[in-house]
């Protein structure tokens, strides 16, 4: 029958094993101060001391104990030990995170630098993506169709966006000289945006003329884009913007799909 190992045989391989492993975190350097050397006066090959900074306590196979008498069970050993992988599983746990999440951002990063990432249709303009009619449908059949290619009619939160979909309308000869619905509505006492429910603030929009209950942008003979109440009822072409959550399942798809060609 194989003689089971000394209890110091174990905390001494125990120790061994902890002192090649790299920094692990907090209770690294704690763990690390623990010296074990063979006491000079001991009568038996299985006493050791461990000095833990000013504290001394020796350990033999039968008990362990500080100078002043305190022992020291086997299970706060245990426990110790335990803690200390514990301690080191988390640590790897939060490196390899980093690495992910580094990883993921390159790759995020490589692919808009070299990739439209809006979808068929769509085109980017600034941060965002749009898609510009070219048929015209009342205000409540535009907003359906919208929503049937993931966006909603678009809605300006601020004035650099707002700007640069209206110079895009001003500069294409395909979309130019036509109004188009955005998804403002007026239920009675303010306009709004219908896919935020957030209120539309003039200084984007500046002043609203008319009193249609949904909004569109009226083109002027000077090249130039207003707001305008319209009936709903009436027919022009529409503006979708991808919504944000279908923009990042694209970003997502299309991540993965890089990744496995």
């Known amino acids: 029958m194989t003689k089971p190992k000394?209890?110091?045989?174990?905390?001494?391989k125990e120790c061994m094993n902890s002192s090649k492993a790299q920094s692990i975190g907090p209770w690294s350097a704690f763990l690390e101060d623990w010296i074990i050397y063979?006491?000079?006066n001991s009568s038996t090959k299985d006493s050791r001391i461990l000095k833990l900074d000013n504290t001394t306590i020796r350990i033999t196979a039968n008990k362990?104990?500080?100078?002043?008498?305190?022992?020291?069970?086997d299970n706060d050993l245990y426990l110790l030990?335990?803690?200390?992988?514990?301690?080191?599983?988390?640590?790897?746990?939060?490196?390899?995170?980093k690495k992910t999440e580094e990883l993921l951002y390159s790759i995020v990063s490589d692919y808009n630098t070299s990739k439209d990432p809006c979808p068929e249709k769509y085109?980017?303009?600034?941060?965002?993506?749009?898609?510009?009619?070219?048929?015209e449908y009342?205000?409540?059949?535009?907003a359906n169709l919208c929503?049937?290619?993931g966006g909603n009619l678009v809605e300006f939160e601020t004035i650099e966006e707002n700007q640069d979909v209206i110079a895009v309308l001003q500069n294409d000869t395909k979309l130019k000289n036509k109004d188009y619905w955005t998804g403002g509505l007026n239920p009675g006492l303010?306009?709004?945006w219908t896919a935020s429910a957030r209120p539309i603030y003039y200084d984007i929009m500046q002043n609203i003329i008319d009193n249609g209950r949904c909004l569109k942008l009226e083109y002027k003979t000077s090249n130039i884009y207003i707001y305008k109440g319209e009936d709903c009822g009436s027919k022009h072409r529409y503006i979708c913007e991808l919504s944000k959550y279908n923009e990042s399942a694209n970003k997502i798809d299309l991540i993965i799909q890089k990744i496995l060609i």
């Open 6 to 12: 000394s209890l110091a045989q174990t905390v001494e």
């Open 38 to 40: 063979e006491e000079n």
């Open 64 to 73: 362990i104990s500080y100078h002043n008498k305190r022992e020291i069970s």
């Open 81 to 97: 030990g335990a803690i200390e992988k514990l301690v080191y599983r988390i640590d790897l746990m939060e490196r390899r995170l």
């Open 123 to 135: 085109v980017r303009i600034g941060q965002f993506c749009y898609y510009f009619s070219i048929h």
């Open 138 to 142: 009342n205000w409540k059949s535009s």
């Open 147 to 149: 929503r049937g290619m």
């Open 190 to 192: 303010l306009w709004i």
